[in-house]
């Protein structure tokens, strides 16, 4: 079946250093992808999304990047903060309500 | 802040009891879409609502129900609750149906059910 997953469940970062976290999709025919973080006690909150049409988006110290080709989808933060540290989940979408990923933790280390 | 408010913030349950969890959308959205997070999981689609009607379901046993106001506030009902159902419940609010384009679901902080 069709299913949204991370590479990895962990990722401990330097404070400043850049991030990347990454999800493999295998809906391809899903056309819209968005970037979720969650923080401890909260509800997930929208980052950044993408349309299957584009390769890349920024936003605030904040891009995605999209590979259709290989299916993947990955979260660049830039110069991570300690207020990065939460649970980032990709989900995509086709028609259908979010599917999401397992999740990754990001911790940031200061 | 997303203005998507939820009660109880806790609660817990025994097996076989019922439970209803509640849930405010933001102003001006008229769909509410419900999730049940496990534990170390991502958030999984339960049913949603547009305009008082279910308008899509996720893989759940038909014990798990849901209601829309006219005021577009949302119930989600759990029967014969099992300890499987332990999870935080997350409701979404969007301005139509569907999350695509630029109908952002905006989510709730939640609501923890413990069943014991």
């Known amino acids: 079946g069709e299913s949204v997953g991370l590479h990895l469940p962990t990722l401990s970062v330097q404070e400043g250093d850049n991030s990347i976290i990454n999800c493999a999709y295998s809906n391809s025919a899903s056309d819209y992808f968005i970037w979720y973080k969650q923080e401890s006690g909260k509800g997930p909150q929208f980052i950044i999304d993408?349309?299957?049409?584009?390769d890349k988006r920024q936003g605030q110290r904040v891009t995605v990047l999209l590979n259709k080709t290989v299916k993947h989808l990955s979260l660049q933060i830039a110069a991570t903060q300690p207020g990065d540290s939460a649970v980032y989940f990709c989900?995509?979408?086709?028609?259908?309500?979010?599917?999401f990923g397992k999740g990754t933790r990001l911790s940031v280390i200061a | 802040e997303t203005g998507v408010t939820q009660s109880p913030t806790h609660l817990i349950k025994t097996r076989g009891q019922q439970v209803t969890l509640r849930c405010s959308s933001q102003s001006g959205h008229n769909t509410v879409s419900w999730y049940q997070q496990a534990l170390g999981q991502g958030p999984q689609f339960i049913f949603q609502y547009y305009r008082e009607e279910e308008n899509g379901r996720g893989n759940f046993p038909p014990r798990f129900s849901g209601l829309q106001f006219p005021n577009y506030s949302s119930e989600l009902n759990v029967n014969a609750l099992e300890l499987d159902d332990s999870a935080l419940y997350l409701c979404?609010?969007?301005?139509?149906?569907?999350?695509?384009?630029?109908?952002?679901?905006?989510f709730g902080p939640g609501t923890r059910l413990t069943v014991l």
């Open positions: 989900a995509e979408i086709n028609n259908t309500p979010l599917v």
């Open positions: 979404a609010s969007s301005s139509e149906r569907g999350p695509g384009g630029d109908n952002e679901q905006f």
């Open positions: 993408i349309r299957s049409n584009m």
